[in-house]
C-alpha cells in the first residue's frame, strides 16, 4: 500500500520466489497494539496465528519516515518468534523530504522484493503532508513535493514491472486524509477555553473536565456553541439517544454517532468551523485553524481521501462513488489474500473494488443525517449542527457535518 502522506502496499503469491534474506534479523516483540492489522495478515491460511513451521506464513514489510530516519520493519513467521528485520538509514535534510523518498523507494525493491520475499509491503511517504502544513495548499514547493512523491511512485512501478511482478501484484494507493487552507488563527477558541482552564485539560479538541463535573461540561459546551469558530460539538449519548445520534448536552451530537464512544474518550469534543472559502491559489476549503494548512476536523475537504488501486484482482477502468475508509483497506488486504477476516476488525471487504465483486453501481448506500439544535434566546444565537453520514451494509461512514447559528429575534433587529 503506498501512504503520501501516503502508502502503497503490494501483495503476491508468496510461493513465487524463495524467501531468503540477507538482513540481519533479531528477536523483538512487535507493537502490535500499533499496527493491529498485522497480526490479521500475519497469520496461516486457516487463521490461526504462530506455528513452528514456515509452512503457510506470511510476512509483512512497512517502511516509513519518522523524526528524519528512514527505517524498514520487515515481520516474518513464525508469529510465536516475534521476528523482525530493521535496515535503518539515515536522510538528508530538508530537500530531505525529497531524498528520503527516493531511499524509501528503493528499501522495498531492493529488501522487500528481492531479499524477503514479502506478502505485504507498505510503503510510507511523509510527504506532501509535511511540506503543504507548511507552505500552503497550491504553493510552488507544495506542489513539488506532490511530483516529487509521483516520481518515486513511478519508479516504484517500473520497478515491479522489471521484475515481471505487474500481474502477479495488487497496489493500492492511499491518503489518511483531505487538506484544508487554515484561517491563520485560533485565538477565538482559546480565548473561549481560557477560561475553563482550571477546570478541564484540552488535548487537541478533546476536552477533559477535571473540575465541576456536569456543571462545568455543560458551561464548556454553552461556549464553544457561542463562538463562531466552532464547528460540530459532540458528548456522550443522551439516555435513550445513541439511535438518534444526540448527545447528553443540548445541540450536540453523540460520540457514538461518529464512532468515538471508547473508554479514553474526553467529555466533549469539538471540530474547528469551515467553509467553502478559496485561498490564494485557487482552492476550496478553509478552517477556522491556526497555522497554514492542515486537516483534522469534520470538513469535507479534511475528510475526504484519495483512495486508487491496480492489480490482477482490481477492477479495470472504473470509478465508485461508494463510500470507503482507510479501515477498509486492511479487511480487503485480508481476503486478496486468502485469509478470513476477524470478526471482530470493523470494517468491511471493499468487493466493488474487486473484478469478482458487484460493480460499484449495484452497491446499496444509504444518506443519513443527525441534527441537533439550541433554539437561541431573547438575546443571543442558537446552534445548529448536522451530521452527515453514509451507510454501505453495516459500515457507516461519516461524510462532514454542518454548522449554522440562527439569530434570536432581537438578534436579528440590532
Keep these: 500500500m503506498c501512504h503520501c502522506d501516503s502508502a502503497c502496499g503490494w501483495w503476491a503469491d508468496r ?109 510510507w511517504l511523509s510527504d506532501p503532508d509535511h511540506t503543504v502544513h507548511g507552505a500552503g495548499i497550491g504553493s510552488a514547493i507544495g506542489d513539488s513535493s506532490i511530483t516529487a512523491a509521483d516520481r518515486e511512485f513511478g519508479r516504484m512501478l517500473r520497478g515491479l514491472q522489471a521484475r515481471g511482478l505487474t500481474d502477479k501484484v495488487d497496489v493500492i494507493v492511499v491518503s489518511d486524509h483531505g487538506f484544508s487552507s487554515h484561517a491563520g488563527r485560533d485565538a477565538p477558541i482559546a480565548s473561549v477555553l481560557a477560561a475553563f482552564r482550571d477546570r478541564v485539560t484540552v488535548a487537541g479538541g478533546a476536552i477533559y473536565v477535571r473540575r465541576g ?125 486468502g485469509v478470513p477476516v476477524p470478526a471482530a476488525m470493523p470494517a468491511r471487504v471493499l468487493h466493488e473494488l474487486l473484478h469478482t465483486g458487484p460493480a460499484p453501481s449495484a452497491v446499496l448506500v444509504k444518506r443519513e443525517s443527525v441534527t441537533a439544535a439550541v433554539a437561541a434566546d431573547r438575546s443571543d444565537h442558537g446552534y445548529s449542527v448536522t451530521l452527515y453520514r453514509s451507510r454501505v451494509g453495516a459500515a457507516v461512514y461519516v461524510d462532514s457535518t454542518v454548522t449554522t447559528r440562527p439569530a434570536s429575534t432581537a438578534a436579528k433587529r440590532r
Design 15 to 123: 510461493a513465487a520466489r524463495p524467501r531468503t534474506s540477507r538482513i540481519e534479523l533479531r528477536a523483538r516483540r512487535w507493537p502490535l497494539n500499533r499496527l493491529e492489522w498485522l497480526r490479521a495478515c500475519a497469520c496461516t491460511p486457516d487463521g490461526a496465528s504462530g506455528g513452528t513451521s514456515d509452512a503457510g506464513s506470511g510476512s509483512v514489510l512497512a517502511i516509513g519516515l519518522v523524526a528524519g530516519m528512514v527505517s524498514l520493519l520487515g515481520l516474518v513467521l513464525p508469529f510465536s518468534l516475534a521476528i523482525a528485520a530493521r535496515h535503518t538509514v539515515t536522510a538528508a535534510a530538508d530537500a530531505a523530504a525529497l531524498a528520503a523518498a527516493d531511499t524509501i523507494v528503493q528499501i522495498p525493491m531492493a529488501h522487500g522484493i528481492d531479499s524477503l520475499n514479502v506478502d505485504v509491503a507498505y510503503l
Design 213 to 337: 463535573g456536569d456543571s462545568t461540561r455543560a458551561a464548556v459546551v454553552r461556549a464553544l456553541q457561542s463562538a463562531p469558530s466552532v464547528g460540530a460539538i459532540f458528548t456522550r449519548s443522551a439516555p435513550g439517544g445513541t439511535a438518534a445520534g444526540t448527545g447528553l448536552e443540548p445541540g450536540t451530537l453523540s460520540f457514538a454517532s461518529i464512532g468515538w464512544n471508547h473508554a479514553r474518550a474526553g467529555d466533549v469534543l469539538f471540530s474547528a468551523n469551515w467553509s467553502h472559502a478559496v485561498n490564494s491559489a485557487g482552492f476550496r476549503g478553509r478552517t477556522e485553524q491556526a497555522g497554514t494548512a492542515g486537516h483534522g476536523t469534520t470538513s469535507p475537504y479534511d475528510i475526504n481521501a484519495t483512495l486508487i488501486a491496480a492489480g490482477p484482482h482490481i477492477r479495470r477502468a472504473s470509478r465508485s462513488n461508494v463510500p470507503s475508509s482507510n479501515a477498509d483497506i486492511a479487511p480487503t488486504v485480508l481476503h486478496l489474500l
